[in-house]
């Protein structure tokens, strides 16, 4: 418990300069823009004179200075406060918060599809290596790694969604039901499984990869080979001793998807349009609102850095218990 | 009336698909629909404002116009072809210095509250005026309100204004707001603005960010027995591909402003259950124009103008890009405004030869690489339509010898380039037509506009006689006289080519068969469905 | 080097790989000969099926643009982003890389933190900020690719310059007194390399997937066609004509299949190669 409180500080402290870094990188970035949400916003009114975009560049303070800007925005994000989103009017904490929560069930649902049929396809597929289940199951993982998850979305969509009219075509819940408790999460559940599907997919095929790479790698330890000369059964060396020790990399890349991860629900949120944190980033770049680009991309740093936290307790957590088998290394 | 068959006809004049599509049964008369039922909608922005007093747009109407009414509503027949909303006359004085309005009586706000003049001269002298994007416009000379009465309303302009803009702007610019919830506020950021509180036939209930909107039936609506819908909901379903699904699945009734992509619509038109309706855009014509920088010397010689309008084929450009659901344009006035719209102007046949002369004939002979000169086209991207129509277009160019290379931009870094920074030689843009020329459409053409002003002339085009008669219309109160003027205002522009209007389109309706009343007004996607209502 | 191809050739998947990118390879290479036109120019009636018209093979869309010229062409543009973004990112990444396990301290520990940003920023979000601020061009969606994709090859870099750097023959080139920065460059770098390399085929793969998903959102470069420009075109008219967007989707799948392959196909004949010193 003491360890898990010190990484947990030391992680704290050592994510600070890193999160400058993205603060500062993202507003140089978004500097660099040719026109700014107040044009986009005009946009939508189909036009406005000099004066009106004026005065709304005041009320924004996107007429001050960047070094001024940059400074008011570290000095209030560093008492939580991400600022008013031009586009919305509404302050972009609420926003953000009020979006999350869906990626969040998407990304966590596509997570644990992709890890646990991944990681048992995976094993199925070590567990002998270059037998028939291995070929099979190594050429279809690469081939779901090769399609587009966009693509794949909008095939899902329009068999299962469409054609078939098994699952929702878009959104997170069925609109205004007013249903509540265990109705309203198998409605959510149901609308969740064409997206989650669509997402999943590639990382499924990634850790169906890496647990057969892995599995194989073991194979060739020692300490396989000596459990084998001992004649223990086949099938309980594939879970105990090899399976096991091929997990770990799993669950380091993980935290590594993570990101990744994040940035492929845009795509899939814009495809099924759920109302999420990544259909949320394009529409703030569609409608060039800096402040909330900024704060999304600062909150999925957060959240990145969070779930890199949790995989590391988790991987302090597992690894004494497996350290035990892995005498010969 | 007749606005209505002209769209139709110009729509008939593209490809054979439309022919199927206008074979569709009925959806325009008017149908005895049945009380009750939710309406599913699909939406595809979520506008930060939703007070159309404030922001006259096509996305802010298409959700509070069925909350906040406007003075009066487009109509396809009936006086000036509006029909009576909040008021129910309007009478221009001769000398043009004021206009009386005469409201409706036993009107009731929202919240209980009665309607009366005071509203409506609130709203006009301290929302219309000063913050309207539109109205700043039309009642620039807007001196005073007097309410003589509860029901009367009398507009006092400073300087002759015309009675005939002031009528083909009410549907637009004149949605009255509450004078009880925004008086002594700060209007631009009351919270009514984002939750609406009006007279219409249907209530504000709530907004989920990203998912939805809900409107519910207002009981105490002065229509008699309307609305017929007990819901409305506004589903916020921005990928264009989601919706045509969404329709076929049954979870949306209808998607408006062609959110169902024009070429699934021959698909869509044979699936059982959905029908297409193209009417209901009447006064909603957008343009397709190619503007000009005339900055650029090349440009700047007329020849050169008349050669690419050669080079444009109109007809492919319908038939291809719009899939016939547009006319070719031939000026600035859109045929669906048949009040002003003048046929009898110069035009340019597709003619690739002659715009090969053309360009002979300015000086610009086709180098060693077969190219004369190089051009950079900034295509507006607000539709998918104007993206395409710059694909089109350079290839169009090469076929005369002109090298174009298309930039890409989103829609703030556009806007800045082409009305701010003037970065650019030609722009595929969408300029809308708002039922009268001296609303949106002079502005193209005009010179001495300040810069940075969307959607204005900033191709630093000037033409001494065009202001001329553009300031004399702004000022003439005789209906004839200044339509005369229009006339005048078409044929130069058509001749001079400040700019070269292609072509011009409304959008179209996709709703299942079940939805009765659809299409049956020229402004049907932004006016209040009180009528609409759901069959069995 | 010998031994090294001929495990190479007895890998199926190496093989498979190696086929399918000779066969992309051709077809970039071959688009300007047998397509001497701009694949964007419109050729035809607007469309047009497959298999109804010989002089258009593969049929029409919407605008009567030649499907396969369009194919062939797009080929080129995927591959060229692919490989350019790979070649960025593997550059920079060595080059930084490098630096920080070289020069150790202080900038080590400052290009980390930069690393670890980079990092911790979903590269899909950086692409879709970088692409929309400087506006779709071939050259800017190449560097908005490779601006997420070379932490990899950085840390791994300096993983290995951190290994190399204590072995003799940097001793010895320090003790002749050549310049930090040329012992960096000249003896580390080169053998840190390799292990980077490997990395190239999976940052082509996805390259080729970004950039259709930029393509797929308006983000990608209207004068010139790519698979993914493709695929965002035609998904408009998915129901109807589910070719267009169906054919380059193949595309995509076989070129970043082939890819990886020919990536397994390296990884197996270099394993066997280590195993044997």
Redesign the interface.
């Known amino acids: 418990m003491k360890r898990a409180w010190t990484l947990v500080r030391r992680r704290m402290v050592s994510s600070i300069p890193v999160l400058l870094i993205v603060v500062v990188g993202t507003f140089l970035l978004l500097e660099m823009a040719s026109g700014d949400a107040v044009d986009a916003y005009l946009v939508s009114l189909g036009g406005g004179d000099a004066g009106l975009a004026q005065s709304l560049r005041e009320s924004y303070g996107l007429d001050r200075s960047a070094l001024a800007r940059l400074w008011l925005y570290v000095s209030a994000l560093a008492r939580l406060d991400l600022g008013v989103s031009v586009a919305f009017n509404r302050p972009i904490l609420d926003i953000i918060l009020e979006r999350l929560p869906n990626t969040l069930w998407l990304m966590g649902s596509a997570t644990v599809l992709a890890f646990t049929l991944g990681t048992l396809l995976g094993i199925v597929a070590g567990a002998k290596p270059g037998g028939a289940a291995d070929r099979a199951l190594s050429v279809g993982s690469l081939a779901l790694y090769a399609i587009p998850s966009f693509w794949l979305g909008l095939v899902l969509s329009l068999v299962f969604a469409v054609q078939l009219r098994w699952f929702p075509t878009a959104g997170i819940e069925t609109i205004a039901s007013g249903k509540t408790g265990l109705a309203r999460a198998l409605d959510i559940a149901r609308h969740l499984v064409l997206p989650v599907a669509a997402l999943g997919m590639i990382y499924l095929a990634l850790f169906l990869r890496m647990m057969r790479a892995g599995m194989a790698e073991v194979w060739r330890q020692d300490f396989v080979l000596a459990a084998r000369a001992k004649g223990l059964a086949r099938r309980r060396i594939v879970l105990r001793h090899v399976a096991r020790n091929a997990l770990l990399p799993l669950v380091t890349m993980l935290g590594l998807q993570a990101a990744t991860m994040l940035g492929g629900s845009v795509v899939i949120e814009s495809v099924f349009a759920i109302p999420g944190f990544g259909r949320l980033a394009y529409e703030a770049v569609a409608a060039r609102d800096a402040p909330l680009l900024m704060g999304i991309i600062v909150v999925s740093a957060v959240l990145v850095i969070v779930v890199n936290l949790l995989v590391d307790l988790a991987y302090a957590w597992l690894d004494p218990r497996v350290g035990a088998g892995e005498a010969s290394s | 009336m007749s606005s209505f068959q002209i769209s139709r006809r110009g729509l008939l004049q593209g490809a054979a698909s439309i022919a199927l599509l206008s074979a569709l049964p009925g959806a325009v008369h008017a149908q005895e629909a049945p009380q009750g039922g939710r309406l599913v909608v699909a939406a595809d922005s979520e506008p930060r404002n939703l007070n159309p007093a404030i922001v006259a747009s096509n996305a802010v109407f298409f959700i509070s116009s069925k909350v906040i009414e406007p003075l009066a509503e487009a109509a396809l027949d009936g006086e000036g072809a509006l029909a009576p909303r909040l008021a129910t006359s309007w009478e221009g004085a001769e000398d043009g210095l004021s206009v009386t309005f005469k409201l409706r009586e036993g009107v009731t706000w929202h919240d209980g509250k009665p309607f009366t003049s005071a509203d409506v001269a609130f709203s006009a002298m301290e929302v219309w005026k000063p913050l309207q994007n539109l109205g700043r416009i039309v009642f620039a000379n807007l001196e005073g309100v007097d309410t003589p009465d509860d029901l009367t309303a009398v507009f006092r302009f400073s300087t002759p204004t015309p009675i005939q803009m002031i009528r083909n702007a009410l549907p637009v610019v004149t949605s009255v707001l509450p004078k009880h919830l925004y008086e002594g506020t700060d209007i631009a950021s009351n919270p009514a603005n984002n939750a609406p509180v009006g007279t219409g036939p249907f209530k504000f209930a709530e907004h989920r960010p990203g998912e939805y909107y809900r409107l519910t039936r207002n009981d105490a609506y002065w229509g008699e027995g309307q609305p017929k819908l007990d819901e409305i909901i506004f589903r916020i379903l921005p990928d264009r591909a989601a919706a045509a699904s969404a329709l076929e699945a049954d979870e949306i009734q209808l998607a408006a402003f062609s959110q169902v992509p024009l070429v699934d619509l021959e698909r869509i038109s044979k699936v059982p259950g959905l029908k297409v309706v193209t009417e209901g855009y009447e006064a909603l014509t957008y343009q397709l124009v190619v503007e000009i920088n005339h900055r650029n010397k090349i440009l700047a010689d007329l020849k050169v103008r008349q050669a690419i309008a050669h080079a444009i084929d109109r007809d492919f450009v319908v038939a291809t890009v719009f899939l016939g659901f547009a006319a070719p344009a031939t000026g600035p006035v859109p045929q669906n405004a048949p009040e002003f719209y003048n046929p009898d102007v110069p035009e340019y046949a597709y003619d690739v030869d002659k715009a090969n002369a053309l360009l002979d004939e300015a000086g610009y002979p086709r180098g060693a690489d077969g190219n004369r000169f190089q051009l950079r086209l900034l295509p507006a991207p607000f539709f998918s339509e104007t993206r395409q129509f710059g694909d089109y277009l350079r290839q169009a160019l090469a076929d005369v010898g002109i090298d174009v290379t298309i930039v890409a931009n989103d829609t703030p870094a556009h806007l800045k380039a082409v009305y701010a920074d003037h970065d650019f030689d030609i722009t595929v843009g969408s300029p809308v037509f708002r039922g009268d020329p001296a609303i949106s459409t002079t502005i193209l053409v005009q010179s001495g506009i300040a810069d940075g002003v969307f959607f204005s002339n900033q191709g630093g085009y000037a033409n001494a006689e065009l202001d001329a008669i553009i300031a004399e219309a702004a000022e003439t109160v005789d209906t004839e006289a200044r339509t005369a003027l229009y006339n005048d205002f078409q044929r130069i522009v058509a001749g001079d080519l400040p700019l070269i209007n292609v072509a011009e389109w409304g959008f179209t309706t996709v709703a299942s068969a079940r939805v009765a009343n659809v299409g049956n007004n020229p402004r049907w996607a932004v006016s209040n469905w009180a009528d609409t209502g759901l069959l069995p | 080097m010998k031994r090294f191809v001929l495990r190479f050739l007895r890998s199926p ?1 190496g093989v498979a790989g190696l086929i399918l990118l000779s066969c992309l390879v051709a077809m970039a290479l071959l688009a300007p000969v047998l397509f001497p036109r ?1 694949p ?3 050729v035809g009636r ?2 047009t099926a497959p298999f109804t018209d010989a002089s258009l093979p593969l049929g029409t869309d ?3 643009r030649d499907v396969l010229a369009g194919l062939m062409h797009g080929a080129r543009a995927s591959l060229l982003v692919g490989i350019f973004a790979a070649l960025v990112a593997i550059l920079v990444g060595a080059v930084v890389g490098t630096v920080a396990g070289f020069a150790g301290g202080l900038i080590d520990e400052a290009l980390m ?2 690393v ?2 980079f ?8 692409a ?3 692409v ?5 061009s071939l050259p800017v969606i190449v560097f908005a690719i490779a601006l ?1 994709a070379w932490t990899g090859p950085a840390r791994l870099a300096r993983a290995e310059v951190l290994s190399i750097r204590e072995r003799d023959y940097v001793a010895a080139a320090r003790v002749i007194g050549m310049h930090p920065a040329e012992i960096a460059f000249k003896e580390v770098l080169p053998n840190a390399l390799p292990p980077v390399l490997a990395l190239v085929s999976v940052i082509v ?1 996805s390259a080729v ?1 970004i950039e ?2 930029l393509s ?3 983000l990608g ?3 010139i066609v790519t698979w993914g420009s493709m ?1 965002a075109e035609g ?7 589910p070719y267009l ?1 169906i054919v380059p ?1 193949f595309g ?6 082939g890819v ?2 020919f990536g ?1 196909g390296l990884v197996e004949g270099m394993a066997h190669r280590r195993r044997r010193q």
């Open positions: 998947e701009d964007l120019a419109i607007p469309l919407r605008l009567g933190r930069v670890d940003a990092q911790i920023v979903p590269g899909f979000l950086l879709l900020a970088f929309s601020v400087t506006g779709p997420g793969a997937l259709a998903a797929f959102l308006n470069d209207p004068n695929i998904r408009n008219v998915l129901r109807t004509a967007s989707g995509l799948v076989l070129t970043v299949l990886y392959l397994e």
